[in-house]
Each structure stands twice: as structure tokens, then as C-alpha cells.
């Protein structure tokens, strides 16, 4: 399976934009469903988006529809997700999550590849 690693979380202002990579080692990054996923403080870890090992189809959660857009790129082993119009609710912890599914998913059991994760805070 392959392993994850997280980059481009920080600090913004409400309204600003980051972009999260997650960087794939040790298989092909294509043969995966990847996942974004985040934790806010003291709720539980849910679902943003998600994207086909193809890069074909891609699937958001009601609160970053519109506002966020999860890409990638399987030559660089690489996904990506672009953030704009922060909000203070958007602070969370974010993982980068990978699966060997054929079709898209949210659900967390169908991912076995996690990242560590990485910090996004958004101040108002």
C-alpha cells in the first residue's frame, strides 16, 4: 500500500486560500481512490472530497462544495487539494487518505493509507 505524507497547511485569514498537497510513496498512486478528510476540534474526522485513481470523477462534502477542488497528478504521485474562501470553520486537522477502490467513496473503512496529517488554521 502506499504511504502518505501531507504539506501546505499553515496559517490564513478568513476569505484567503491554501493549497494542501499529499505526496504518495511506495506504489502506484493511480491504482487508488484518494481521500481528503479533516478533524475539527472536538468533532469527529469527516469526509471533504474525494477523487478516482483516474482523476476522472470527484465528489465534495456540502460545506467545500464550491469553494474547494481536490486534484492529482499520478506521474508525480501526487493529489492536491485547493482551498479558497477560508473560513474560521474550515480550522482542522487535514489527511490526505488512500484506498484500493475502483469507484469513489467517502467512507473512511475503505481507505487503508492515511497521513500523518497537517494543521490548517483559519483566523477571523
Known amino acids: 500500500q502506499v504511504k502518505l505524507e501531507e504539506s501546505g497547511g499553515g496559517l490564513v485569514q478568513a476569505g484567503g486560500s491554501l493549497r494542501l498537497s499529499c505526496a504518495a510513496s511506495g506504489d502506484t498512486f493511480s491504482n487508488y481512490l484518494m481521500g481528503w478528510f479533516r478533524q475539527r476540534p472536538g468533532k469527529e474526522r469527516e469526509s471533504v472530497a474525494a477523487?478516482?485513481?483516474?482523476?476522472?470523477?470527484?465528489i465534495y462534502s456540502d460545506s467545500v462544495r464550491g469553494r474547494f477542488t481536490i486534484s492529482r497528478d499520478n506521474a508525480k504521485s501526487s493529489g492536491y487539494l485547493q482551498m479558497n474562501s477560508l473560513s474560521p470553520e474550515d480550522t482542522a486537522v487535514y489527511f490526505c487518505?488512500?484506498?484500493?477502490?475502483?469507484?469513489?467513496?467517502?467512507?473512511?473503512?475503505?481507505?487503508?493509507?492515511w497521513g500523518p496529517g497537517t494543521q490548517v488554521t483559519v483566523s477571523s
Open positions: 487518505a488512500a484506498g484500493r477502490y475502483t469507484g469513489i467513496s467517502t467512507d473512511p473503512s475503505e481507505y487503508n493509507s
Open positions: 477523487i478516482t485513481g483516474g482523476g476522472l470523477t470527484t
